[in-house]
T-cell receptor
Framework: AQKITQTQPGMFVQEKEAVTLDCTYD???????LFWYKQPSSGEMIFLIY??????QNATEGRYSLNFQKARKSANLVISASQLGDSAMYFC??????????????FGKGTKLSVKP | NAGVTQTPKFQVLKTGQSMTLQCAQD?????MSWYRQDPGMGLRLIHY???????DQGEVPNGYNVSRSTTEDFPLRLLSAAPSQTSVYFC??????????????FGPGTRLTVT
Protein backbone atom coordinates (compact mmCIF):
# COMPACT_ATOMS: atom_id res chain seq x y z
CA ALA A 1 0.00 0.00 0.00
CA GLN A 2 1.17 3.49 -0.77
CA LYS A 3 2.30 5.45 2.24
CA ILE A 4 1.82 8.84 0.61
CA THR A 5 -1.05 9.42 -1.78
CA GLN A 6 -1.52 12.50 -3.90
CA THR A 7 -4.73 12.01 -5.85
CA GLN A 8 -4.48 15.07 -8.11
CA PRO A 9 -2.02 14.49 -10.96
CA GLY A 10 -2.65 18.01 -12.25
CA MET A 11 -4.50 21.13 -11.17
CA PHE A 12 -5.23 24.56 -12.54
CA VAL A 13 -5.76 27.72 -10.50
CA GLN A 14 -6.39 31.31 -11.45
CA GLU A 15 -3.74 33.81 -10.46
CA LYS A 16 -4.43 35.42 -7.05
CA GLU A 17 -6.79 32.64 -5.98
CA ALA A 18 -6.09 30.08 -3.26
CA VAL A 19 -5.51 26.42 -4.07
CA THR A 20 -5.39 23.23 -1.99
CA LEU A 21 -3.19 20.30 -2.92
CA ASP A 22 -4.25 17.04 -1.34
CA CYS A 23 -2.05 14.57 0.49
CA THR A 24 -3.01 11.55 2.57
CA TYR A 25 -0.56 9.35 4.40
CA ASP A 26 -0.46 5.96 6.02
CA UNK A 27 1.64 5.11 9.04
CA UNK A 28 1.29 3.32 12.36
CA UNK A 29 4.25 5.18 13.88
CA UNK A 30 3.08 7.82 16.38
CA UNK A 31 6.11 9.98 15.59
CA UNK A 32 6.39 11.24 12.05
CA UNK A 33 6.94 14.37 10.03
CA LEU A 34 5.22 15.62 6.92
CA PHE A 35 6.89 17.77 4.30
CA TRP A 36 5.99 19.57 1.12
CA TYR A 37 8.51 20.24 -1.62
CA LYS A 38 8.19 22.29 -4.79
CA GLN A 39 9.92 21.31 -8.01
CA PRO A 40 9.83 24.00 -10.70
CA SER A 41 10.55 23.20 -14.34
CA SER A 42 14.24 23.90 -13.68
CA GLY A 43 14.29 20.67 -11.64
CA GLU A 44 15.54 21.62 -8.19
CA MET A 45 13.70 20.45 -5.08
CA ILE A 46 12.69 23.32 -2.80
CA PHE A 47 11.54 22.69 0.77
CA LEU A 48 8.31 24.55 1.55
CA ILE A 49 6.85 23.51 4.88
CA TYR A 50 7.01 20.94 7.67
CA UNK A 51 4.46 19.54 10.12
CA UNK A 52 5.37 17.27 13.03
CA UNK A 53 2.91 14.66 14.22
CA UNK A 54 2.87 16.14 17.71
CA UNK A 55 2.51 19.74 16.60
CA UNK A 56 -0.70 21.21 17.96
CA GLN A 57 -1.05 23.94 15.37
CA ASN A 58 -1.05 23.84 11.61
CA ALA A 59 2.26 24.93 10.10
CA THR A 60 2.44 28.16 8.11
CA GLU A 61 5.24 29.67 6.04
CA GLY A 62 4.30 32.86 4.26
CA ARG A 63 1.68 32.03 1.63
CA TYR A 64 1.93 28.31 2.41
CA SER A 65 -0.04 26.59 5.11
CA LEU A 66 -0.49 22.95 5.92
CA ASN A 67 -3.98 21.77 6.80
CA PHE A 68 -3.13 18.90 9.13
CA GLN A 69 -5.99 16.58 10.02
CA LYS A 70 -4.40 13.83 12.06
CA ALA A 71 -7.46 11.63 12.49
CA ARG A 72 -8.04 11.63 8.74
CA LYS A 73 -4.32 11.22 8.05
CA SER A 74 -4.31 14.14 5.67
CA ALA A 75 -1.78 16.94 5.22
CA ASN A 76 -3.05 19.22 2.51
CA LEU A 77 -0.99 22.15 1.27
CA VAL A 78 -2.82 25.44 0.89
CA ILE A 79 -1.28 28.15 -1.26
CA SER A 80 -2.93 31.52 -0.84
CA ALA A 81 -2.93 34.24 -3.51
CA SER A 82 -1.40 32.07 -6.24
CA GLN A 83 1.32 33.58 -8.39
CA LEU A 84 2.54 32.59 -11.84
CA GLY A 85 5.79 31.46 -10.23
CA ASP A 86 3.87 28.87 -8.23
CA SER A 87 3.46 26.76 -11.37
CA ALA A 88 5.45 23.63 -10.56
CA MET A 89 5.29 20.03 -9.36
CA TYR A 90 4.49 19.69 -5.67
CA PHE A 91 5.49 16.66 -3.66
CA CYS A 92 4.21 15.56 -0.29
CA UNK A 93 6.62 13.45 1.75
CA UNK A 94 6.71 11.71 5.11
CA UNK A 95 9.46 10.74 7.51
CA UNK A 96 8.64 8.06 10.05
CA UNK A 97 10.02 7.76 13.56
CA UNK A 98 13.60 8.27 14.63
CA UNK A 99 16.78 6.23 14.89
CA UNK A 100 19.06 5.41 12.03
CA UNK A 101 16.53 5.86 9.27
CA UNK A 102 15.10 9.04 10.69
CA UNK A 103 16.11 11.04 7.67
CA UNK A 104 14.46 8.83 5.07
CA UNK A 105 11.64 10.49 3.19
CA UNK A 106 8.82 8.68 1.44
CA PHE A 107 7.46 10.73 -1.43
CA GLY A 108 4.11 10.87 -3.13
CA LYS A 109 3.92 10.94 -6.92
CA GLY A 110 3.31 14.66 -7.04
CA THR A 111 0.74 17.16 -8.27
CA LYS A 112 1.45 19.46 -11.18
CA LEU A 113 0.04 22.90 -10.47
CA SER A 114 -0.52 25.36 -13.29
CA VAL A 115 -1.38 28.97 -12.46
CA LYS A 116 -3.35 30.78 -15.15
CA PRO A 117 -2.99 34.56 -15.66
CA ASN B 1 27.84 27.79 1.84
CA ALA B 2 27.57 25.98 -1.48
CA GLY B 3 24.96 23.64 0.03
CA VAL B 4 24.68 20.30 -1.76
CA THR B 5 26.59 20.01 -5.01
CA GLN B 6 26.35 17.25 -7.60
CA THR B 7 28.47 16.46 -10.61
CA PRO B 8 27.99 15.93 -13.46
CA LYS B 9 24.71 17.67 -14.35
CA PHE B 10 24.18 15.50 -17.43
CA GLN B 11 25.65 12.15 -18.45
CA VAL B 12 25.10 9.68 -21.25
CA LEU B 13 26.36 6.12 -20.77
CA LYS B 14 26.32 3.02 -22.88
CA THR B 15 24.86 -0.18 -21.45
CA GLY B 16 27.46 -1.95 -19.33
CA GLN B 17 29.58 1.09 -18.57
CA SER B 18 30.26 2.14 -15.00
CA MET B 19 30.45 5.59 -13.52
CA THR B 20 30.31 7.53 -10.27
CA LEU B 21 27.93 10.35 -9.50
CA GLN B 22 29.53 12.78 -7.09
CA CYS B 23 27.76 14.47 -4.19
CA ALA B 24 29.23 16.84 -1.62
CA GLN B 25 27.80 19.05 1.12
CA ASP B 26 29.45 21.73 3.21
CA UNK B 27 26.86 22.00 5.97
CA UNK B 28 28.37 19.32 8.23
CA UNK B 29 25.21 17.24 7.89
CA UNK B 30 25.34 13.73 9.28
CA UNK B 31 22.61 12.31 7.06
CA MET B 32 22.98 11.98 3.29
CA SER B 33 20.93 10.11 0.74
CA TRP B 34 20.45 9.37 -2.93
CA TYR B 35 17.11 9.36 -4.70
CA ARG B 36 16.08 8.67 -8.24
CA GLN B 37 13.16 10.40 -9.91
CA ASP B 38 11.28 8.77 -12.74
CA PRO B 39 8.22 10.20 -14.53
CA GLY B 40 5.05 9.57 -12.56
CA MET B 41 6.94 7.87 -9.72
CA GLY B 42 7.97 10.64 -7.38
CA LEU B 43 11.36 10.21 -5.72
CA ARG B 44 12.56 6.83 -4.54
CA LEU B 45 15.35 6.24 -2.07
CA ILE B 46 18.38 4.33 -3.37
CA HIS B 47 20.90 4.42 -0.49
CA TYR B 48 21.44 6.53 2.56
CA UNK B 49 24.06 7.20 5.22
CA UNK B 50 23.67 8.38 8.81
CA UNK B 51 27.34 9.24 9.19
CA UNK B 52 30.84 8.59 7.91
CA UNK B 53 31.44 4.87 7.53
CA UNK B 54 27.75 3.94 7.78
CA UNK B 55 25.54 3.25 4.78
CA ASP B 56 22.33 1.34 4.20
CA GLN B 57 19.96 0.41 1.42
CA GLY B 58 16.80 2.22 0.53
CA GLU B 59 13.86 1.16 -1.59
CA VAL B 60 15.66 0.62 -4.92
CA PRO B 61 19.34 -0.24 -4.23
CA ASN B 62 20.01 -2.84 -6.94
CA GLY B 63 22.72 -1.86 -9.39
CA TYR B 64 24.15 0.88 -7.17
CA ASN B 65 26.91 1.10 -4.59
CA VAL B 66 27.75 3.84 -2.12
CA SER B 67 30.44 4.62 0.42
CA ARG B 68 30.86 7.38 2.99
CA SER B 69 34.49 7.92 3.90
CA THR B 70 34.01 11.55 4.94
CA THR B 71 31.14 13.61 6.32
CA GLU B 72 31.17 15.80 3.22
CA ASP B 73 31.10 13.29 0.35
CA PHE B 74 28.66 10.57 -0.63
CA PRO B 75 29.35 9.19 -4.13
CA LEU B 76 26.94 6.87 -5.94
CA ARG B 77 28.45 4.23 -8.19
CA LEU B 78 26.68 2.54 -11.06
CA LEU B 79 28.38 -0.80 -11.49
CA SER B 80 27.12 -1.80 -14.96
CA ALA B 81 24.69 0.72 -16.38
CA ALA B 82 21.35 -0.48 -17.75
CA PRO B 83 18.66 1.44 -19.66
CA SER B 84 16.39 1.03 -16.61
CA GLN B 85 18.77 3.32 -14.74
CA THR B 86 17.93 6.22 -17.02
CA SER B 87 16.63 8.75 -14.53
CA VAL B 88 17.27 11.98 -12.67
CA TYR B 89 19.36 11.43 -9.55
CA PHE B 90 19.18 13.65 -6.52
CA CYS B 91 21.51 13.76 -3.57
CA UNK B 92 20.20 15.20 -0.30
CA UNK B 93 21.49 15.92 3.18
CA UNK B 94 20.10 16.92 6.55
CA UNK B 95 20.88 17.02 10.23
CA UNK B 96 19.93 13.87 12.08
CA UNK B 97 17.75 15.38 14.76
CA UNK B 98 15.05 13.21 16.23
CA UNK B 99 11.87 15.16 16.64
CA UNK B 100 13.04 18.17 14.67
CA UNK B 101 12.02 19.17 11.18
CA UNK B 102 15.35 18.02 9.75
CA UNK B 103 14.30 19.07 6.29
CA UNK B 104 16.48 17.64 3.58
CA UNK B 105 18.48 19.92 1.33
CA PHE B 106 18.65 18.67 -2.23
CA GLY B 107 21.35 19.01 -4.82
CA PRO B 108 20.49 20.23 -8.33
CA GLY B 109 20.26 16.70 -9.74
CA THR B 110 22.09 14.64 -12.36
CA ARG B 111 20.22 13.66 -15.50
CA LEU B 112 21.50 10.25 -16.62
CA THR B 113 20.68 8.55 -19.88
CA VAL B 114 21.75 4.97 -20.56
CA THR B 115 21.59 3.85 -24.20
Amino acid sequence: AQKITQTQPGMFVQEKEAVTLDCTYDTSDPSYGLFWYKQPSSGEMIFLIYQGSYDQQNATEGRYSLNFQKARKSANLVISASQLGDSAMYFCAMREGGGGSQGNLIFGKGTKLSVKP
Amino acid sequence: NAGVTQTPKFQVLKTGQSMTLQCAQDMNHEYMSWYRQDPGMGLRLIHYSVGAGITDQGEVPNGYNVSRSTTEDFPLRLLSAAPSQTSVYFCASSYSLAGGPGEQYFGPGTRLTVT
